[in-house]
């Protein structure tokens, strides 16, 4: 199958004087460095890099993962046509607390003064979440120079940071972040979310008028993730995955998603043909392999992350692909893996609360089953629906990928990214700019299409 995006027309991406528009993102993390933003955001820039924007990236040296993953990289180059500026920071362990705000400050300060030294009024700036107050840095800068920028919201802080109990409710610490964050909204040009929830989230608590907030949902490659059948995944073959109807999780297995249901369904399965696959880490990894032992779930295998090269070949040797999501969450966060797992053509298994956009999608598409959070009964029942109707399975899958080509490819979605910066940026013609108002709407219609 092929990415078959609806055509639209030709965006302008040149100033009046003929030149590219220039845009710069900024975030702290960026390829070859293993953390999932910098790797969506070096496909976004490359994509609007040839949609003939002259895309800049400001970003630290590599520094996510644990110190094997590090890439030596130079402070400056570019890289399929986006150019590439890195900063020196320090590379303490993201999991502790102090370390990760020493990172914070040596990353910010010097960020802070570049853009603060050398912003143009020429230039569209996309702000990320990462770290979470980096766009504290565009409205600080604003202030005293012409600073046209874009936020864009990938996990709401203080609202996560709340919800894990790092800081307490209502606390200074949250007063002073949701100050930070009204006015990084506030005077930003439009802002970017990933759904209908971290839309209301942003306007309802910091007052942002709804036209200005833009739902934009993330992607997966349409090229390294395809349709595959499970017999030919060499990985389904080297864990022994073939003969069994295989459900899997694979990505980020920490705090903010619900594993507890996947394991409780996996006992009432134990009899039946069934595997359930945990692939990657996270804040639960180490509770997920106490749970399987503890409950002698055979069925059951924990695997670390597959290097992304052989994700395609991995994520095939499941029947069926499971996306959770934690109570009180969604809004706060989104689940990412929904867009892999859809274009790989497998049925979706969701858990979320009932009143979640994930439940909708799935239902209204057509393109797996969803079970109540805390709910096991209704997930193996689900499981055993698709395990027990191979062709219906089937049609579930091809639906998922027809659905992810329609909506969730790098394409279709860095069409939107550009529609949007185009709408804030300084230089871009009258015509683009006044479209801001037929961006949701176009978006909402390619999705439901």
């Not at 995944?233 to 003969?243: T, V």
Request: net charge neutral; aromatic share 10%.
């Amino acid at each position: 199958m092929t990415d078959t995006a609806p055509e639209r027309p030709a965006l302008t991406s040149t100033a009046p004087d003929g030149s590219p528009l220039r845009v710069v993102i900024l975030n702290q993390y960026y390829m070859p460095d293993v953390a999932s933003t910098g790797h969506l955001l070096h496909e976004l820039a490359t994509q609007l890099a040839e949609m003939g924007f002259h895309v800049e990236v400001l970003t630290s040296r590599p520094s996510y993962g644990p110190p094997d993953t590090w890439v030596d990289c130079p402070m400056r180059e570019t890289v399929d046509g986006v150019h590439i500026k890195r900063l020196w920071t320090t590379r303490f362990s993201k999991d502790n607390l102090l370390g990760r705000a020493i990172n914070y400050v040596t990353f910010m300060g010097q960020l802070f003064l570049r853009v603060l030294f050398t912003s143009r009024k020429d230039t569209g700036y996309l702000y990320t979440t990462n770290p979470p107050f980096l766009g504290f840095v565009g409205a600080i800068v604003s202030l005293f120079r012409r600073h046209s920028y874009v936020m864009l919201l990938h996990d709401a802080y203080p609202q996560m940071a709340v919800w894990v109990g790092t800081i307490r409710k209502n606390g200074i610490a949250e007063k002073v972040w949701h100050f930070i964050n009204k006015m990084s909204y506030g005077r930003a040009k439009q802002s970017i979310v990933l759904c209908q929830k971290a839309k209301a989230l942003v306007c309802d608590t910091y007052a942002v008028p709804r036209e200005n907030v833009h739902v934009v949902p993330n992607w997966a490659d349409s090229k390294a993730l395809n349709i595959k059948p499970k017999p030919e995944s060499q990985f389904a073959k080297d864990h022994n995955l073939n003969g069994h109807f295989v459900a899997m999780y694979s990505g980020n297995l920490g705090l903010y998603y619900e594993f507890a249901t996947l394991l409780d369904a996996a006992e009432r399965l134990r009899d039946e043909p069934f595997r359930l696959v945990f692939i990657g880490s996270g804040g639960k990894r180490n509770w997920l392999a106490d749970e399987i032992i503890k409950r002698e779930l055979t069925n059951t295998l924990l695997l670390p992350y597959q290097p992304y090269e052989k994700l395609g070949d991995s994520l095939a040797a499941c029947d069926a692909s499971f996306v959770t999501i934690a109570r009180g969450i969604e809004g706060i966060s989104f689940p990412s893996k929904l867009y892999t797992s859809l274009a790989v053509g497998r049925p979706i298994l969701a858990l979320s609360e009932p009143d979640s956009e994930l439940k909708d999608l799935i239902e209204e598409h057509r393109v797996g089953g969803w079970s109540g959070l805390g709910d096991p009964d209704a997930l193996a029942s689900n499981i055993r629906t698709l395990m027990n109707d191979a062709e219906e399975a089937e049609q579930t899958g091809n639906r998922a990928r027809r659905l992810f080509e329609r909506a969730f490819t790098l394409r279709a979605c860095a069409r939107q990214y550009a529609e949007v910066l185009l709408a804030s940026h300084p230089l871009a013609p009258d015509a683009e700019r006044t479209a801001t108002e037929s961006i949701n709407v176009e978006a909402e219609e390619s999705r439901v299409a």
